[in-house]
Protein backbone atom coordinates (compact mmCIF):
# COMPACT_ATOMS: atom_id res chain seq x y z
CA UNK A 1 0.00 0.00 0.00
CA UNK A 2 1.35 3.82 -0.59
CA UNK A 3 2.29 5.81 2.52
CA UNK A 4 3.27 9.31 1.61
CA UNK A 5 5.21 11.00 3.86
CA UNK A 6 5.44 14.97 3.96
CA UNK A 7 8.72 16.14 4.99
CA UNK A 8 12.03 14.17 5.21
CA UNK A 9 12.42 12.02 8.56
CA UNK A 10 15.10 9.33 9.87
CA UNK A 11 15.71 5.88 7.51
CA UNK A 12 15.54 3.63 10.50
CA UNK A 13 11.45 4.27 11.17
CA UNK A 14 10.86 4.87 7.34
CA UNK A 15 12.68 1.00 6.44
CA UNK A 16 10.55 -0.45 9.18
CA UNK A 17 7.30 0.74 6.84
CA UNK A 18 8.87 -0.09 3.40
CA UNK A 19 9.39 -3.50 4.53
CA UNK A 20 5.40 -3.82 4.15
CA UNK A 21 4.45 -0.43 1.98
CA UNK A 22 5.51 1.52 -1.12
CA UNK A 23 7.20 4.73 0.96
CA UNK A 24 6.74 8.31 -1.56
CA UNK A 25 8.39 10.96 0.79
CA UNK A 26 8.16 14.43 -0.56
CA UNK A 27 12.08 15.30 -0.90
CA UNK A 28 11.79 19.12 -1.15
CA UNK A 29 13.03 21.46 1.41
CA UNK A 30 9.91 22.88 1.97
CA UNK A 31 6.15 21.00 2.63
CA UNK A 32 4.16 20.32 -0.02
CA UNK A 33 1.71 23.06 -0.83
CA UNK A 34 -1.72 21.89 -0.50
CA UNK A 35 -2.60 20.95 -4.36
CA UNK A 36 1.10 18.91 -3.94
CA UNK A 37 -0.54 17.35 -1.12
CA UNK A 38 -3.97 16.84 -2.51
CA UNK A 39 -1.86 14.85 -5.62
CA UNK A 40 0.01 12.74 -3.15
CA UNK A 41 -3.24 11.55 -1.46
CA UNK A 42 -5.68 10.93 -4.51
CA UNK A 43 -3.98 7.29 -4.48
CA UNK A 44 -2.13 7.10 -0.78
CA UNK A 45 -3.68 4.53 1.73
CA UNK A 46 -1.39 6.40 4.92
CA UNK A 47 -0.38 9.59 4.97
CA UNK A 48 2.76 10.49 7.67
CA UNK A 49 2.27 14.03 8.08
CA UNK A 50 4.85 15.98 9.14
CA UNK A 51 3.91 19.47 10.16
CA UNK A 52 1.27 19.92 7.21
CA UNK A 53 -2.19 21.72 7.95
CA UNK A 54 -4.65 19.08 7.11
CA UNK A 55 -8.37 20.58 6.89
CA UNK A 56 -11.78 19.89 5.53
CA UNK A 57 -10.84 21.93 2.14
CA UNK A 58 -7.84 19.15 1.41
CA UNK A 59 -9.68 16.10 3.33
CA UNK A 60 -12.79 16.64 0.89
CA UNK A 61 -10.40 16.42 -1.90
CA UNK A 62 -8.18 13.50 -0.77
CA UNK A 63 -9.09 9.83 -2.57
CA UNK A 64 -11.14 7.14 -1.17
CA UNK A 65 -8.41 4.98 -0.31
CA UNK A 66 -7.16 7.45 2.64
CA UNK A 67 -7.41 5.29 5.30
CA UNK A 68 -5.24 7.15 8.11
CA UNK A 69 -3.46 10.33 8.97
CA UNK A 70 -0.43 9.59 11.38
CA UNK A 71 0.96 12.84 12.61
CA UNK A 72 4.19 13.54 13.98
CA UNK A 73 3.69 15.18 16.66
CA UNK A 74 1.27 15.08 19.79
CA UNK A 75 0.02 18.11 19.44
CA UNK A 76 -2.55 17.82 16.04
CA UNK A 77 -4.55 20.69 15.93
CA UNK A 78 -3.22 21.20 12.56
CA UNK A 79 -5.33 18.39 11.36
CA UNK A 80 -8.79 18.77 11.23
CA UNK A 81 -9.14 15.35 12.89
CA UNK A 82 -13.39 15.16 13.30
CA UNK A 83 -13.69 15.95 9.70
CA UNK A 84 -11.72 13.17 9.12
CA UNK A 85 -13.39 11.04 11.22
CA UNK A 86 -16.87 11.97 9.01
CA UNK A 87 -15.12 10.64 6.32
CA UNK A 88 -13.74 7.34 7.78
CA UNK A 89 -10.13 8.83 8.96
CA UNK A 90 -8.19 7.92 11.35
CA UNK A 91 -5.88 10.01 12.71
CA UNK A 92 -3.35 9.51 15.13
CA UNK A 93 -0.44 11.08 17.02
CA UNK A 94 3.30 10.35 19.19
CA UNK A 95 2.32 11.03 22.75
CA UNK A 96 4.86 10.14 25.69
CA UNK A 97 7.83 9.95 23.13
CA UNK A 98 8.28 13.53 23.65
CA UNK A 99 7.35 14.25 26.98
CA UNK A 100 10.53 14.92 29.07
CA UNK A 101 12.27 16.56 25.55
CA UNK A 102 9.62 19.12 25.73
CA UNK A 103 8.92 19.80 29.25
CA UNK A 104 13.39 19.92 29.37
CA UNK A 105 12.75 22.62 26.49
CA UNK A 106 9.95 24.32 28.49
CA UNK A 107 12.51 24.50 31.91
CA UNK A 108 15.65 25.73 29.01
CA UNK A 109 13.63 28.37 28.47
CA UNK A 110 12.36 29.14 31.76
CA UNK A 111 16.23 29.03 33.08
CA UNK A 112 17.46 31.06 30.13
CA UNK A 113 14.75 34.12 30.22
CA UNK A 114 15.30 33.98 34.28
CA UNK A 115 19.10 34.75 34.46
CA UNK A 116 19.26 36.47 30.92
CA UNK A 117 21.30 33.16 29.53
CA UNK A 118 21.15 34.95 26.14
CA UNK A 119 21.65 38.69 26.99
CA UNK A 120 24.46 37.39 28.93
CA UNK A 121 26.31 35.60 25.87
CA UNK A 122 25.75 38.07 23.72
CA UNK A 123 27.03 40.15 26.10
CA UNK A 124 30.57 38.50 26.42
CA UNK A 125 30.51 38.04 22.53
CA UNK A 126 30.38 41.50 22.13
CA UNK A 127 33.33 41.80 24.05
CA UNK A 128 31.69 44.31 26.88
CA UNK A 129 32.66 42.12 29.42
CA UNK A 130 35.66 43.71 31.39
CA UNK A 131 35.61 42.11 34.46
CA UNK A 132 33.54 41.28 37.10
CA UNK A 133 31.26 43.98 38.14
CA UNK A 134 28.47 42.31 41.07
CA UNK A 135 25.83 44.10 40.00
CA UNK A 136 25.75 43.47 36.54
CA UNK A 137 23.21 41.53 34.55
CA UNK A 138 21.50 40.62 37.56
CA UNK A 139 19.02 37.69 37.23
CA UNK A 140 15.81 36.54 38.86
CA UNK A 141 15.84 33.01 41.42
CA UNK A 142 14.24 30.32 40.16
CA UNK A 143 14.52 27.99 43.27
CA UNK A 144 12.06 28.92 45.83
CA UNK A 145 9.48 30.73 43.98
CA UNK A 146 5.98 29.21 42.50
CA UNK A 147 5.92 28.23 39.44
CA UNK A 148 1.74 27.72 37.80
CA UNK A 149 1.48 25.62 35.39
CA UNK A 150 -1.29 25.46 33.01
CA UNK A 151 -2.27 21.93 31.19
CA UNK A 152 -1.16 19.50 34.07
CA UNK A 153 -1.02 16.41 31.43
CA UNK A 154 1.89 14.51 30.50
CA UNK A 155 4.38 17.78 29.88
CA UNK A 156 2.93 19.46 32.43
CA UNK A 157 3.89 16.95 34.92
CA UNK A 158 7.07 16.22 33.82
CA UNK A 159 7.77 20.32 34.01
CA UNK A 160 6.34 20.55 37.60
CA UNK A 161 8.68 17.04 38.57
CA UNK A 162 11.70 19.23 37.41
CA UNK A 163 10.43 22.10 39.47
CA UNK A 164 10.00 19.89 42.49
CA UNK A 165 13.93 19.62 42.05
CA UNK A 166 14.30 23.26 42.34
CA UNK A 167 12.38 23.04 45.80
CA UNK A 168 9.79 25.30 43.79
CA UNK A 169 5.55 25.33 45.12
CA UNK A 170 3.69 23.55 42.22
CA UNK A 171 0.31 25.25 41.43
CA UNK A 172 -1.53 23.98 38.25
CA UNK A 173 -4.72 24.33 36.37
CA UNK A 174 -6.29 22.17 34.05
CA UNK A 175 -9.81 21.21 32.68
CA UNK A 176 -9.92 17.54 35.26
CA UNK A 177 -8.61 18.21 38.08
CA UNK A 178 -6.01 15.18 39.49
CA UNK A 179 -7.28 12.86 42.33
CA UNK A 180 -5.79 13.88 45.98
CA UNK A 181 -3.55 10.99 45.36
CA UNK A 182 -1.46 12.00 41.90
CA UNK A 183 -1.94 15.68 43.61
CA UNK A 184 0.18 14.47 46.80
CA UNK A 185 2.60 12.21 44.58
CA UNK A 186 3.40 15.40 42.40
CA UNK A 187 2.89 17.76 45.00
CA UNK A 188 1.25 19.68 43.24
CA UNK A 189 -2.15 21.81 44.03
CA UNK A 190 -4.91 22.78 42.16
CA UNK A 191 -5.75 26.59 41.68
CA UNK A 192 -8.39 28.22 39.52
CA UNK A 193 -6.91 29.98 36.09
CA UNK A 194 -6.81 33.53 37.54
CA UNK A 195 -5.39 32.46 41.13
CA UNK A 196 -2.89 30.62 38.71
CA UNK A 197 -2.19 33.60 37.08
CA UNK A 198 -2.02 36.26 39.79
CA UNK A 199 0.25 34.15 42.23
CA UNK A 200 3.27 32.40 40.46
CA UNK A 201 6.51 33.37 39.70
CA UNK A 202 6.49 31.36 36.35
CA UNK A 203 3.43 30.67 34.40
CA UNK A 204 4.05 27.33 32.11
CA UNK A 205 1.88 26.77 29.08
CA UNK A 206 1.22 23.27 28.13
CA UNK A 207 -2.19 23.22 27.17
CA UNK A 208 -3.52 21.51 23.65
CA UNK A 209 -4.57 24.14 21.05
CA UNK A 210 -8.55 23.78 21.03
CA UNK A 211 -11.14 26.63 20.88
CA UNK A 212 -11.13 27.05 24.62
CA UNK A 213 -7.32 27.53 24.90
CA UNK A 214 -7.00 30.08 21.84
CA UNK A 215 -6.40 33.39 23.25
CA UNK A 216 -6.09 31.31 27.23
CA UNK A 217 -3.79 34.22 28.73
CA UNK A 218 -5.02 37.54 26.80
CA UNK A 219 -4.61 40.90 27.84
CA UNK A 220 -6.69 40.60 30.80
CA UNK A 221 -4.81 37.85 32.41
CA UNK A 222 -1.33 39.16 31.60
CA UNK A 223 -2.71 42.58 33.33
CA UNK A 224 -3.26 40.12 36.61
CA UNK A 225 0.36 38.56 36.84
CA UNK A 226 3.06 39.97 39.19
CA UNK A 227 5.67 42.48 37.51
CA UNK A 228 8.33 40.45 38.58
CA UNK A 229 6.58 36.93 36.83
CA UNK A 230 7.66 34.98 33.52
CA UNK A 231 6.13 33.33 30.96
CA UNK A 232 6.49 30.05 29.61
CA UNK A 233 4.94 29.09 26.00
CA UNK A 234 6.58 25.30 24.76
CA UNK A 235 2.58 24.58 23.75
CA UNK A 236 0.93 26.15 20.81
CA UNK A 237 1.82 29.87 19.79
CA UNK A 238 -2.47 30.76 19.83
CA UNK A 239 -2.33 29.68 23.14
CA UNK A 240 -1.32 33.73 23.80
CA UNK A 241 -2.66 36.60 21.88
CA UNK A 242 1.09 37.41 21.23
CA UNK A 243 0.15 41.24 20.56
CA UNK A 244 -0.90 41.38 24.22
CA UNK A 245 1.91 39.88 25.17
CA UNK A 246 4.00 42.18 23.49
CA UNK A 247 2.17 45.06 24.73
CA UNK A 248 2.76 43.63 28.59
CA UNK A 249 6.45 42.89 27.85
CA UNK A 250 6.78 46.86 26.73
CA UNK A 251 4.40 48.20 29.49
CA UNK A 252 6.33 46.04 32.95
CA UNK A 253 3.51 44.09 33.01
CA UNK A 254 5.44 41.16 33.23
CA UNK A 255 9.40 40.47 33.65
CA UNK A 256 9.82 38.43 30.68
CA UNK A 257 9.10 35.39 28.58
CA UNK A 258 10.47 31.94 27.04
CA UNK A 259 8.47 31.63 23.78
CA UNK A 260 8.77 28.21 21.45
CA UNK A 261 5.90 28.47 19.93
CA UNK A 262 4.09 32.26 18.03
CA UNK A 263 0.75 32.79 17.02
CA UNK A 264 1.32 33.02 13.20
CA UNK A 265 4.59 30.29 12.96
CA UNK A 266 7.22 30.77 10.99
CA UNK A 267 6.42 35.06 11.82
CA UNK A 268 6.87 36.61 14.99
CA UNK A 269 5.30 39.88 15.90
CA UNK A 270 7.61 41.86 15.28
CA UNK A 271 8.28 44.30 18.72
CA UNK A 272 9.11 41.11 20.63
CA UNK A 273 12.21 40.84 17.92
CA UNK A 274 13.49 44.02 19.72
CA UNK A 275 13.03 42.81 23.31
CA UNK A 276 15.64 41.53 25.66
CA UNK A 277 13.81 39.91 28.13
CA UNK A 278 12.18 38.07 25.53
CA UNK A 279 13.68 34.25 24.65
CA UNK A 280 12.88 32.56 21.53
CA UNK A 281 13.32 29.11 20.25
CA UNK A 282 11.98 28.06 16.37
CA UNK A 283 9.44 25.54 17.93
CA UNK A 284 12.08 22.62 18.75
CA UNK A 285 10.61 21.50 22.33
CA UNK A 286 10.99 18.13 20.91
CA UNK A 287 13.78 18.50 18.60
CA UNK A 288 16.40 16.23 19.99
CA UNK A 289 17.66 13.40 17.63
CA UNK A 290 16.61 10.88 19.65
CA UNK A 291 13.13 12.16 20.42
CA UNK A 292 12.25 13.06 16.91
CA UNK A 293 13.47 9.47 15.64
CA UNK A 294 11.42 8.41 18.30
CA UNK A 295 8.43 10.39 17.07
CA UNK A 296 8.76 8.93 13.60
CA UNK A 297 8.28 5.21 14.84
CA UNK A 298 5.78 6.22 16.60
CA UNK A 299 3.63 7.44 14.01
CA UNK A 300 4.95 4.78 12.01
CA UNK A 301 3.30 1.97 14.29
CA UNK A 302 0.41 3.69 13.89
CA UNK A 303 0.19 3.56 10.37
CA UNK A 304 1.28 -0.09 9.94
CA UNK A 305 -1.56 -1.08 12.39
CA UNK A 306 -3.99 0.99 10.90
CA UNK A 307 -3.05 -0.39 7.56
CA UNK A 308 -3.13 -4.07 9.16
CA UNK A 309 -6.69 -2.98 9.54
CA UNK A 310 -6.07 -2.67 13.91
CA UNK A 311 -7.04 0.16 15.70
CA UNK A 312 -3.94 1.55 15.80
CA UNK A 313 -2.19 2.75 19.24
CA UNK A 314 -2.83 6.76 19.32
CA UNK A 315 -5.87 7.30 16.90
CA UNK A 316 -7.21 10.13 18.76
CA UNK A 317 -10.61 10.36 16.92
CA UNK A 318 -13.61 8.54 16.26
CA UNK A 319 -13.74 7.29 12.42
CA UNK A 320 -17.64 6.68 11.24
CA UNK A 321 -16.37 3.12 9.86
CA UNK A 322 -13.61 2.33 12.65
P1 LIG B 1 -1.70 16.03 27.39
O1 LIG B 1 -1.07 14.95 28.19
O2 LIG B 1 -3.02 15.76 26.72
O3 LIG B 1 -1.84 17.31 28.35
C1 LIG B 1 -2.62 18.42 28.06
C2 LIG B 1 -3.46 18.74 29.28
O4 LIG B 1 -4.20 19.93 29.05
C3 LIG B 1 -4.46 17.63 29.61
O5 LIG B 1 -4.45 17.35 30.99
C4 LIG B 1 -5.77 18.25 29.17
O6 LIG B 1 -6.88 17.77 29.88
C5 LIG B 1 -5.53 19.70 29.48
N1 LIG B 1 -6.49 20.56 28.81
C6 LIG B 1 -7.10 20.37 27.62
N2 LIG B 1 -7.92 21.41 27.34
C7 LIG B 1 -7.82 22.24 28.41
C8 LIG B 1 -8.45 23.46 28.73
N3 LIG B 1 -9.34 24.03 27.91
N4 LIG B 1 -8.13 24.05 29.90
C9 LIG B 1 -7.26 23.47 30.74
N5 LIG B 1 -6.64 22.30 30.48
C10 LIG B 1 -6.93 21.71 29.34
O7 LIG B 1 -0.74 16.54 26.27
P2 LIG B 1 0.87 16.66 26.33
O8 LIG B 1 1.48 15.45 25.75
O9 LIG B 1 1.25 17.11 27.69
O10 LIG B 1 1.07 17.86 25.27
C11 LIG B 1 0.52 19.14 25.53
C12 LIG B 1 0.68 20.04 24.33
O11 LIG B 1 2.02 20.45 24.20
C13 LIG B 1 0.37 19.38 22.97
O12 LIG B 1 -1.01 19.40 22.68
C14 LIG B 1 1.18 20.20 21.99
O13 LIG B 1 0.39 21.19 21.39
C15 LIG B 1 2.26 20.83 22.85
N6 LIG B 1 3.60 20.37 22.46
C16 LIG B 1 4.49 21.27 21.95
C17 LIG B 1 5.74 20.85 21.59
C18 LIG B 1 6.75 21.82 21.03
O14 LIG B 1 7.55 21.45 20.18
N7 LIG B 1 6.78 23.04 21.49
C19 LIG B 1 6.12 19.51 21.72
C20 LIG B 1 5.20 18.63 22.25
C21 LIG B 1 3.92 19.07 22.61
P3 LIG B 1 -7.72 16.54 29.22
O15 LIG B 1 -6.77 15.38 29.12
O16 LIG B 1 -8.82 16.34 30.17
O17 LIG B 1 -8.16 17.02 27.86
Redesign the pocket.
Known amino acids: MKVYVSFWLPEAPLNVLREKHEVIVNEKESLPSADELVAQLADADAFLCVGSRVDSSVLDRVGDRLKVIANW ?3 Y ?1 NIDADYAAGKGIMVTNT ?2 V ?2 ET ?1 AD ?1 AWALLMAVARRVVEADAYVRAGQFQGFKPFAMLGSDVWGKTIGI ?7 QAVGRRALGFGMKVLY ?4 RLSPESEKELSATYVD ?1 DTLVKVSDFVSL ?5 D ?2 RH ?1 IDAARLSTMKPTAFLVN ?3 GPVVDEQALLDALRDGKIAGAGL ?2 FEREPEVTPGLLELSNVVLAP ?5 TWETRTNMAHVAVRNIIAALDGETPPNLVNKPSAV
Open positions: GVGNPDLTTMVGFGRIGYDAVLHVPLVDTLAARDVHIGSG
